[in-house]
Nanobody, 118 residues
């Protein structure tokens, strides 16, 4: 069982940056793939970025080049840094830990609100 808690959200001006963190407890994240998703009202949750156990990263096209996902297995924490924030980045951001071996081994945080506005 993994419990995930996000932090780092808030109000940011357009063009600014922020770093979200997601701390895991209950199990070490080194054996999981890790992702960040976001959701706005009335829309489906969408993948922002994912980092696999071996370090392979993939990004949604809208954030590619201005976002970095990283993991620190020693701190059991996942990070998402986004630069040059835009209004369309406004959403609730969720972190996810998943096992590629067992689809039932899938965990979500409670979300953190990011608002990009002047």
């Amino acid at each position: 069982q993994v419990t995930l808690v996000e932090s780092g959200g808030g109000l940011v001006e357009p063009g600014g940056s922020l770093r979200l963190a997601c701390e895991a407890t209950g199990s070490n994240i080194s054996s999981y793939g890790l992702g960040w998703y976001r959701q706005t009202p009335g829309k489906q949750r969408e993948l922002v970025a994912v980092i696999m156990r071996g370090g392979t990263r993939n990004y949604q096209p809208s954030v590619r080049g201005r976002a970095t996902i990283s993991r620190d297995n020693t701190k059991n924490t996942i990070y998402l840094q986004i630069f040059n924030l835009k209004a369309e980045d406004t959403a609730v951001y969720y972190c996810n830990a998943f096992s590629t071996a067992d689809p039932r081994d899938d965990y979500w945080g409670q979300g953190t609100q990011v608002t990009v506005s002047s």
